[in-house]
DNA sequence: AGTGTCGCCTGAATGC
DNA sequence: TGCATTCAGGCGACAC
């Protein structure tokens, strides 16, 4: 059994990364389902204090607790102990996780902050460069009131993400459309890529005030947002087991991005003329790139 | 309250 | 060759 990413932040282009958003943090999750529920945790092992926040010291005294499920909630894996506890992981910018099978031999590379061992021998290595990322413990009863989530908005994939419901979260703001959709109060998951990527399968203007979106607007992008997140989600599932079988470069999802990482070429289904139009835009929203067509994307709402 | 900006952090690329 | 600068961004803190 070879030694195996579960994720991994990859160049998009010489100035991009792809960074882990809902669908990557779902694909950690499966992956990380299917080699540790079940099993006991033997050790976790702390390479340093903390990343964004420090560590608990009961997180490095984990031994002995089965693991029940791994599940998710916005951008954070959430493994699920049978002693009442949950560990839970948040990716960063920059944050992966790497298998280690019981025949595999471990040797610590840099960025290894978080070492958790089962008793079949399976290793789990949590590597963060940039140490955006977070792992805490709380009890899993009440979790939805923990600090990190009580304040979160529904799952885009979930019932509670409609239409109706984002209009009403849309009335009246005057923040750009791409600012409001990555606000993880109003949905959650939809980082600086998806929200790219679904205001150009909505044809919408990213710099459009939030509040401007006509209904018909709105429900495109609700239907979107849902649209791109599921396809993502496919494409991870699919280059995991690819990449299982090679042990090489991850092909992933970054060649199906329709104007993400983009600038100047055609969009994806595009007739213009980009000697026109110039193609694929790029601009700073929020200090974040934003990539759009300004051919399909015209006219506000 | 809503909105905008900054800082955390490293690695890759670029500039002198 | 090498050192400094710039840029990428999730999210919390902070200012207005």
């Known amino acids: 059994m070879a030694k195996e990413w579960l994720f991994t932040a990859q160049p998009i282009n010489e100035r991009l990364c792809f960074m882990p958003e809902l669908p990557e943090v779902e694909t950690v999750c499966r992956g990380l389902a299917k080699k540790l529920a079940g099993h006991k945790i033997k050790s976790v092992a702390l390479h340093r204090g903390g990343l964004r926040v420090p560590f608990p010291p009961a997180l490095g005294k984990l031994a002995n607790v089965k693991v029940k499920s791994v599940s998710r909630r916005a951008k954070y894996v959430l493994v699920n102990l049978a002693d009442g506890r949950t560990l839970i992981l948040h990716l960063g910018m920059s944050g992966r996780i790497l298998i280690f099978g019981k025949r595999d031999i471990y040797e610590p590379s840099k960025h290894d902050h978080l070492v958790l061992t089962c008793d079949d021998g399976t290793r789990a290595v949590m590597n963060d460069p940039r140490r955006f990322g977070l792992a805490t413990l709380a009890k899993t009863e009440g979790l939805e009131n923990h600090r990190l989530f009580r304040a979160l908005g529904p799952e885009p994939l979930g ?32 980082g600086n890529i998806y929200a790219s990527e679904a205001l150009f399968a909505a044809r919408i203007d990213p710099r459009a005030a939030a509040g401007s979106l006509k209904p018909a607007a709105v429900k495109r992008l609700v239907a979107e947002v849902k649209a791109v997140l599921k396809r993502a989600i496919a494409a991870g599932g699919s280059s995991l087991r690819d990449y299982v079988q090679t042990d090489g470069e991850l092909g992933y999802f970054q060649h199906r991005f329709a104007v993400y990482g983009r600038e100047g070429q055609k969009c994806k289904g595009c007739a213009c003329d980009i000697e026109k139009t110039g193609g694929i835009k790029r601009i700073t929203q929020g200090g974040r790139s934003t990539f759009y067509c300004p051919v399909r994307q015209a006219g506000l709402g």
């Not at 019932?159 to 979260?169: C, I, S, V, W």
């Open 159 to 190: 019932n509670g993400f409609t239409a109706a419901y984002l209009a009403e979260k849309l009335a009246g703001k005057k923040a750009a459309i791409k600012l409001v959709v990555m606000d993880q109060r109003v949905v959650v998951g939809v």
